[in-house]
């Protein structure tokens, strides 16, 4: 890019922090009009639209979205070159953002992310909610990926994307039997109590179909829709418990709580969601690279 003006930079930078034109023309003493004409030149001068107006809000393209990641990096290496002069260097690093949906194994974000954790040019940020609200973000270029258990709808016109990372088995877990009696699925559930993933997970779904055809109405102690809660729970109570075994990975190593038994035909997927983008972040290059991207018939 032929002379970039750090100014109209600094200026874009100003507003994008901001979220309002106004309010960072007043920081900046200027007026919003003369700020507008500033970002308007950088705009021209970038051959991108850097902000588009949503109501009375000035939300990010995706092009200012990656021009306020490297305006960030450049208005930091000034604070850089001070401590560095100081004998205090500051490292440079990329910024990848994930939206991970609420109820997800923290085990497998943990393994997801293991190849950019502790590198020190990478941050993380990690974002948790659920899924209309995490697709926003990824729309409005506020995360660079979605993990989700299930992939995102899609049509002609949808620019997402779904990466199946992964499919585990899902079993029952529970303390281990003092009598050492082997369990026998499914006719020990008509009197072992059951924990559970709540309605909404299509573990769940499938399980009770499960256990519907075999005709066992079990006795459900509780129905929790976070697997981290989901894992304490098995671990304090008597019954036994539906989670992927990667959600209780470490009990299970520890002894804490064994496998009974695996459900037969009921699996959990893993999904990596992402928008198709003109600038995509290079660092899910690092994470996606094993992966395959999800045929549109397989993404309802």
Known sequence: MRDLNYNHLRYFWAVAHEGSLTRAAEHMNLSPSSLSVQIQKLEHRMGHPLFERVGRKLVLTEAGQIALDYADTVFKAGDELMSTLRGRPLASRQILR??????????????????????????????????????????AHAVDVVLANSAA??????????????????????????????????????????????????????????????????????EVDDMAMLRLLAREREGVTLVPPIVVRDELAAGILVEHCRIPEVTESFYAIIQKRRFPNRLLADLLSPTVSTAPQASR
Do not use: C, H, M, W
């Not at 609420?102 to 992310?113: G, K």
């Not at 620019?159 to 020990?188: A, C, H, I």
């Open 98 to 139: 994930v939206g991970a949906l609420t109820t997800l194994s923290r085990n497998f974000q943990l393994e997801f992310l293991r190849p950019l954790v502790g590198r020190p040019d990478v941050e993380l940020v990690v974002r948790s909610g659920n899924i209309r609200d995490l697709l926003a973000q990824l729309e």
């Open 153 to 222: 709808p899609r049509d002609a016109r949808s620019s997402l994307r779904n990466y199946l990372l992964n499919e585990q088995p899902v079993s029952l877990v529970g303390r281990p039997r003092s009598d050492k009696r082997k369990f026998r699925f499914p006719d020990d559930l008509r009197t072992e109590p059951l924990l559970l993933p709540s309605l909404d997970s299509d573990i769940r779904v499938a399980f009770d179909r499960i256990l519907e055809l075999a005709g066992i109405r079990p006795t459900i102690l509780a």
